[in-house]
Each structure stands twice: as structure tokens, then as C-alpha cells.
Nanobody, 115 residues
Framework: QVQLVESGGGLVQAGGSLRLSCIAS????????MAWYRQAPGKQREWVAI????????NYVDFVKGRFIISRDNAKNAVYLQMNGLKPEDTAFYYC????????WGRGTLVTVSS
């Protein structure tokens, strides 16, 4: 099991930027593909971005391509999500986890984008 703590969310105006961080405990982090997920009010949780264990490959859901960038620092057991060009529809709780999900979810971090 890997414990996950997300941070960096907040209130931002449309067009603004935020950088989310996720710190993971446990030695398995470095061998796992990681992802950011989000859950908007009244909607199911969905994946947003994925990064392989060595950062060799990334993938993004269509609605964030060109705006979000996922990265990781295995020396710090951290994964990041740089979010640019934020839109009101990006408002959600954001979570990190392995891909596929094999760990309990953390508390997430709330991103609110005002129009």
C-alpha cells in the first residue's frame, strides 16, 4: 500500500494556473505508474493524466490536453500536475493514485475555477 497526500488546490479565476502536488509514502511508489484523477460535484471520478514509473510516457484525457502537464520526481516520491488555462468545468476534487488503482484514495485537493 502507498499512502497519498495531495495539495496545491485553491480558488483561481478562469485562465489561471495551479500546480498540484502528491506525496506518496512507501517504497513501491517508484515502480508504479501514477495518475491524477478528479471528481466534480455529482459526477463520477475520472482519470485526467497518467505518467509511467520512469516518466518515459504520459497520457492525457482529451479535455486537458495542451493545458495540463503531469510530472514526477521519484527521489521525492512526488507526482505533480501543472494546470494552465483553467476553466470553470475543471472545478473538482483532484486525487492522485496508481494506475491502475490499487491503493486507498487520499483526501484529494479541491480546485475551484471561477468564471
Amino acid at each position: 500500500q502507498v499512502q497519498l497526500v495531495e495539495s496545491g488546490g485553491g480558488l483561481v479565476q478562469a485562465g489561471g494556473s495551479l500546480r498540484l502536488s502528491c506525496i506518496a509514502s512507501g517504497s513501491q511508489f517508484r515502480t508504479r505508474d501514477m495518475a491524477w484523477y478528479r471528481q466534480a460535484p455529482g459526477k463520477q471520478r475520472e482519470w485526467v493524466a497518467i505518467i509511467t514509473s520512469t516518466s518515459a510516457r504520459t497520457n492525457y484525457v482529451d479535455f486537458v490536453k495542451g493545458r495540463f502537464i503531469i510530472s514526477r520526481d521519484n527521489a521525492k516520491n512526488a507526482v505533480y500536475l501543472q494546470m494552465n488555462g483553467l476553466k470553470p468545468e475543471d472545478t473538482a476534487f483532484y486525487y492522485c493514485n496508481t494506475n491502475p488503482v490499487i491503493n486507498d484514495w487520499g483526501r484529494g485537493t479541491l480546485v475551484t475555477v471561477s468564471s
